[in-house]
C-alpha cells in the first residue's frame, strides 16, 4: 500500500515579481522576505561559534539563496552555514561545496523549504565511539542537514558525504527527501526521530558505517517515526541498511512501508526493525549480511516478495514475534532461513510471546536449515516449496499447534521434519517428491525415533513419483552435472559481508573439465554436500569399496590456518560416518596448492572414523566436505572426488587360462590410448587405471555394458612416464595388463 503524501515545492508558489541580487556572502548576513539572493562566486571562510548562521533567515517567508560557483568553510566543526527558524517557503540551492561545520544548515519550526543541488560535505565527524540512536536533537551528530520541528520540506539532488548524519530530522513531518548523496557518512546517511509522513525514495546512502561498531550506524535509522515511504534507496555496505525501534512505544502502530531498497552487505542487518507494530516489507533485497531480517519483538508485519540470499547468520530472524506474515520471498542459501523463537525477556515486554505467524508461498533453496521454529505457537506453514534444503523445518521446546501443509519438500537432505518438541505437529498434504512412505517416515524425525517428543501427523501425503536412485558413484563427483550446495553453519560475529557461494571452476583444476569451487567470508564449519545433476536421489552400495580418494586446494590468509576438517557419508534415516582428520595436516598444505588424498572408509590413524545413528556403507545417500576456519574467510577447490574400489593380490595377477578381456593401443601410448573390452553379455563393468603401489589414479567407466566389443579412450597425456596396470572387473571375472606411458 502506498501513500500520497501532501508536498509542496518552491516552483509552485506564486511569489510577487522580484528580481535576483548579487551580493558577497558576508558574517551573520541576514536575509530578507521576499528575496532572491545569488552569492557572488568565490571561497568563503567564516566561523559561527555563536551557532545562529553565518546566513541568518529567521521569521522570514519566500526567498531563494543561490550558491553556484560558493564554497565555504566553517572552522572547528561549530555552527551553521545556513540558520532558518520560523519561516516559510525558503530555498537553499547550488552551493558548490560546504565544509567543517556542525551541520551545513540547520532549520527549526519552519516549513515549505528546499534543500536543492547543494555539497554540504566533510562537516562534523566522528569515527569512533558509540553512538545513542535514542538521543534527542540536543545530542545531534552533526553533518548536512538538521530539521527540528519542521514540515512539509524537500531535499534533492544534495550530496552530503564523509560526516556523522547526511540529513538529520526531529519531531518533523512531511519531508521529501529524494535523489540525494549520503553515502559514506558515519553515522546515519537518513536520521529521523519521532518523525513521520515522509517519503524518502532514490537516495544513495550507501556505506555508512563506524570504526567501532557497525550496530550503532544505520544508512536509515527510524525512532519511533511512523506511516513513512521509503522506497527504491542504495542502503548497501552499512552498519544496518534500515533500522527502526520502538522500544516502549509499541502502543503507537509504526505503518511505515518499506519496498524495492537495496540492502546487501550490512555487517550487522540489512533490516532490522525491533518492538514494531504493522510494517511493511516488500521488494527490497536483503543478501550478504549478518541477518537479512532482524524483527525482534515486532508484531502485525508483513515481508513479502524479497530477495534474501546468503546470509551470514539467518535470512529472517524473530524473536518474541506474532501476527506476523512471511509470503513470496525468495529465501536461498543462508544457515537458517526462517528463524522463529522465544528468548529471554526483555521488559516490559516479558509476556510477549512468540506466536501466529503464517509462512505462505516462500521458495526456500539450499538453506542449511529452512525454518527453526522454537518455542513458538500456532504457525502455519503453507504452500512454500523447499529446494534442497541440508534440513526443512524443525521444531523444539513447546511448539504447539502448528500447521505445516500444502509444502514441496524437493530433495531434502536430512529430515524434512524434526520434531524435538514435546507436542504434535499436523503436516498432512504435503508434496515430498517421491511416493514411498518408508523413506519419507526415515526422514522425519519425531516420537517413533525417541519417544519423548511429539508425533509428526504426515499422513495423507501428496502422491509423488518413484523414487529414481543413482546407485553406482559416478567416477569423478567434482564434475558437472553434479549438483553441490554449500551449507554454512551460524556465524556468530559481525562484519564479513560475505556469506558462502560454491560454484563450477573450470581454469583452477587438477582433473577432468572443472573443479568444486567455494568461497566465505564466513568459515564456520562449511558442509559442501555432492548431489546428482537430476532429479535422482544417491544410493551408493559402497561395501566393495576401499577408500575415498580427493584433490584439495585452499586459499587462506588469516594467518591461523584451518581449525576442523571431516568427511561425512550419511544415509536418509540421519546416520552417518565421520571421517576426522587434522586440518592442521590435511589442510594447511593445500594452501596455494593441490594435494590428494586418500580416505579409507574403514577409517585408520589419520582418519578416525566414527558414526551416529544407524548407518551402513550399503546405503549411503550423501557425501560433505567440511571446512571450518573458526569465523576467517577462505577459498577451498574439491577436485577429482570418487569411491576406489578394493584392489587385492589376485586382482594384481594376470594367470587367466581364459580368452582375454582387454586390449589396449597403442602401448607404450604417449597421449590418447583406445582400451576395449569384449563381453559376451551385458553387466557392470569397473575399468581402472592403478600406478605400481596399488593405488587407482583413473576410473575409465564404472557402470553397465553392453554385449560385445566396448571401446573405451583415455587420455595419459597427465600421467607421468612409467609403468601403469589397467584393472577390468566384468561379472566374476578381473583382469589386469600393463600399460606403458612415455613422452
Not at 529567521?58 to 552555514?81: A, P, Q, R, W
Not at 534500515?242 to 540489512?270: D, M, R, T, V, W
Not at 523444539?396 to 500444502?406: N, Q
Request: charged share 15%.
Amino acid at each position: 500500500m502506498k501513500r500520497i503524501f501532501p508536498f509542496f515545492s518552491v516552483a509552485l508558489l506564486t511569489f510577487s515579481v522580484w528580481g535576483q541580487n548579487y551580493v558577497e556572502l558576508t558574517d551573520n548576513m541576514v536575509i530578507p522576505s521576499d528575496s532572491w539572493i545569488k552569492i557572488l562566486g568565490g571561497e568563503y571562510t567564516f566561523g559561527d561559534d555563536s551557532q545562529d548562521g553565518v546566513i541568518r533567515i529567521v521569521g522570514k517567508e519566500n526567498i531563494i539563496l543561490d550558491g553556484d560557483s560558493v564554497t565555504v568553510h566553517g572552522t572547528n566543526f561549530n555552527g551553521y552555514m545556513v540558520y532558518i527558524e520560523n519561516s516559510q517557503n525558503v530555498t537553499i540551492k547550488n552551493f558548490d561545496w560546504v565544509d567543517h561545520y556542525y551541520y551545513a544548515v540547520r532549520i527549526n519550526s519552519s516549513h515549505g523549504i528546499t534543500i536543492e543541488g547543494n555539497t554540504f560535505s566533510f562537516n562534523k565527524k566522528d569515527t569512533t565511539g558509540v553512538i545513542d540512536v535514542w538521543a534527542g536533537v540536543g545530542s545531534a551528530l552533526g553533518g548536512g542537514v538538521l530539521l527540528n520541528h519542521s514540515w512539509q520540506c524537500e531535499l534533492l539532488d544534495n550530496t552530503m558525504q564523509q560526516e556523522n548524519d547526511g540529513i538529520a530530522m526531529y519531531d518533523s513531518h512531511g519531508i521529501h527527501i529524494h535523489h540525494n548523496t549520503l553515502n559514506w557518512n558515519c553515522g546515519f546517511g537518513i536520521r529521523l526521530n519521532f518523525t513521520d509522513t515522509c517519503y524518502i525514495h532514490h537516495n544513495n546512502c550507501s556505506h555508512v558505517n563506524r570504526e567501532t561498531n557497525p550496530s550503532d550506524c544505520a544508512a536509515i535509522l527510524f525512532i519511533v517515526s511512523n506511516e513513512n515511504d521509503v522506497e527504491y534507496n542504495d542502503v548497501t555496505y552499512s552498519g544496518d541498511g534500515i533500522f527502526l525501534g520502538q522500544y516502549q512505544y509499541s502502543q503507537i502502530p509504526n505503518n511505515n512501508y518499506f519496498a524495492y531498497n537495496e540492502c546487501s552487505f550490512s555487517p550487522h542487518n540489512a533490516i532490522e526493525a525491533t518492538f514494531a507494530d504493522g510494517n511493511i516489507f516488500k521488494h527490497n533485497i536483503c543478501n550478504y549480511s549478518h541477518y537479512g531480517f532482524w524483527l525482534g519483538y515486532s508484531f502485525n508485519s508483513l515481508v513479502d516478495s524479497n530477495e534474501v540470499i546468503g546470509n551470514e547468520h539467518s535470512g529472517i530472524a524473530i524473536d518474541r514475534g506474532f501476527n506476523n506474515v512471511i509470503t513470496h520471498n525468495e529465501i536461498s542459501h543462508n544457515p537458517t532461513g526462517i528463524e522463529l523463537w522465544e528468548g529471554s525477556p526483555i521488559p516490559p515486554y516479558q509476556n510477549q510471546e512468540s506466536k501466529d505467524y503464517v509462512i505462505d508461498s516462500n521458495s526456500m533453496e539450499g538453506n542449511t536449515l529452512a525454518v527453526s521454529s522454537k518455542a513458538t505457537e500456532h504457525l502455519v506453514a503453507r504452500d512454500n516449496i523447499f529446494i534442497k534444503n541440508r534440513k526443512g523445518i524443525y521444531f523444539s521446546d513447546y511448539s504447539d499447534y502448528d500447521t505445516i501443509t500444502g509444502n514441496v519438500f524437493d530433495h531434502t537432505t536430512t529430515y524434512h521434519f524434526e520434531n524435538r518438541s514435546t507436542f504434535d505437529i499436523y503436516a498432512v498434504n504435503n508434496d515430498f517428491f517421491y511416493d514411498d512412505s518408508l523413506l519419507i517416515a526415515c526422514k522425519i524425525y519425531d516420537y517413533e525415533d525417541n519417544s519423548s517428543y511429539g508425533h509428526v501427523l504426515w499422513q495423507p501425503c501428496v502422491p509423488g513419483e518413484d523414487p529414481v536412485y543413482q546407485t553406482i558413484p559416478p567416477q569423478d563427483l567434482s564434475e558437472p552435472p553434479a549438483l553441490w550446495y554449500a551449507y554454512p553453519e551460524t556465524c556468530p560475529s559481525y562484519g564479513k559481508w560475505l556469506a558462502t557461494s560454491i560454484d563450477w571452476d573450470y581454469e583452477i583444476k587438477q582433473i577432468g573439465d572443472a573443479s568444486v569451487h567455494f568461497v566465505t567470508g564466513n568459515g564456520w564449519n562449511i558442509a559442501a554436500s555432492y548431489r546428482p545433476g537430476s532429479d535422482s536421489m544417491a544410493s551408493w552400495h559402497l561395501t566393495e569399496m576401499d577408500s575415498i580418494s580427493v584433490w584439495y586446494r585452499s586459499l587462506n590468509t588469516t594467518g591461523y590456518g584451518f581449525q576442523y576438517h571431516s568427511i561425512i557419508l550419511g544415509n536418509d534415516c540421519g546416520g552417518y560416518f565421520k571421517y576426522t582428520a587434522s586440518a592442521a595436516s590435511i589442510l594447511n598444505p593445500t594452501i596455494g596448492t593441490w594435494k590428494h588424498y586418500t580416505i579409507p572408509l574403514a577409517g585408520n590413524t589419520q582418519w578416525s572414523r566414527s558414526q551416529s545413528g544407524d548407518v551402513s556403507l550399503d546405503d549411503i545417500n550423501y557425501i560433505e566436505i567440511n571446512v571450518d576456519t573458526w569465523d576467517f574467510g577462505f577459498e577451498f577447490w574439491i577436485d577429482g572426488l570418487k569411491f576406489t574400489p578394493f584392489v587385492t593380490a589376485i586382482e594384481k595377477q594376470n594367470g587367466s587360462a581364459e580368452a582375454s578381456l582387454l586390449k589396449i593401443y597403442p602401448n607404450p601410448v604417449a597421449g590418447l590410448a583406445t582400451i576395449e573390452c569384449h563381453l559376451d553379455k551385458p553387466q557392470p563393468v569397473y575399468l581402472a587405471i592403478g600406478d605400481l603401489q596399488g593405488d587407482i589414479v583413473s576410473v575409465v567407466a564404472n557402470g553397465q555394458c553392453c554385449a560385445g566389443e566396448n571401446r573405451f579412450a583415455f587420455d595419459c597425456s597427465n600421467l607421468a612416464d612409467g609403468i601403469y596396470s589397467c584393472l577390468i572387473r566384468a561379472g566374476d571375472r578381473v583382469e589386469t595388463k600393463k600399460l606403458v606411458v612415455i613422452k
